[in-house]
């Protein structure tokens, strides 16, 4: 099956600090997903890519597509402290007729002790 | 615009016991998933409706696993008999139709620890 590989697995923030994780797939999706999870909540929506090459911002929050369609990267500037939790890449076929989502195994960002 | 509810928020039952989840959906949302999430994993969808109907059930072990829709609103999911590895988090999402990711939505989920 479809698979997604995100890296790194974990990072320690400090604030201020930028912050960068990719993702990759053996497969390709038409629809690049970033999202966030608290603890004891479910993933919320951060930026969702839809064309090749595209690059997105929200805020402090920049993800592109990449050219392949089997890649994307997530970037966090000037991080701060709620800027700590899991971040999930998915990958999605938009408009198809499923609509599930491909997770990656997440990157866990936690504050430098 | 109230979110997707889902109950219980944490259950803890022993091997080869049966359990059931609850979802609510976002009022008008024609399509409902179930997704589990083991421990340090992301999140897999275990089976999609279409309303009332199955779209996808084709990584559910149902062998023990079941789901239903009945009405195209409320979703049970339920375990029977629960094995030690089905231990998660299983999370409910809906979303105005197939493919449609605006207003796609996951609820807190229910962590289930089988011991």
């Known amino acids: 099956g479809q698979q997604l590989n995100q890296s790194p697995q974990s990072m320690f923030i400090q604030e201020g600090e930028d912050v960068s994780m990719n993702c990759t797939s053996s497969s390709i999706f038409n629809t690049w997903l970033w999202y966030k999870q608290d603890p004891g909540e479910g993933p919320v929506l951060l930026i969702a890519l839809y064309k090749a090459g595209e690059l997105t911002s929200n805020g402090r929050l920049t993800a592109q597509f990449g050219i392949t369609r089997k890649d994307s990267f997530l970037n966090i500037s000037a991080s701060i402290p709620s800027d700590v939790g899991i971040y999930f890449c998915?990958?999605?076929?938009?408009?198809?007729?499923?609509?599930?989502?491909?997770f990656g195994k997440g990157t866990k960002l936690s504050v430098k002790p | 615009e109230a979110g997707v509810a889902q109950s219980p928020r944490y259950k803890i039952i022993e091997k080869r016991q049966s359990v059931a989840f609850w979802c609510n959906p976002i009022s008008g949302h024609a399509t409902l998933y179930w997704y589990q999430q083991i421990l340090g994993q992301g999140p897999k969808l275990l089976i999609q409706?279409?309303?009332?109907?199955?779209?996808?059930d084709s990584q559910l072990p149902k062998d023990r696993f079941s789901a239903e829709r009945l009405k195209g609103v409320d979703s049970t999911l339920k375990i029977q008999p629960a094995k030690l590895e089905d231990s998660a988090v299983y999370l409910c999402?809906?979303?105005?139709?197939?493919?449609?990711?605006?207003?796609?939505?996951f609820g807190s989920g229910t962590r289930l620890t089988v011991v």
């Open positions: 998915a990958g999605m076929n938009y408009g198809g007729s499923q609509g599930n989502l491909i």
């Open positions: 999402a809906s979303s105005p139709g197939q493919g449609a990711l605006s207003g796609y939505t």
């Open positions: 409706f279409q309303n009332n109907g199955v779209v996808d």
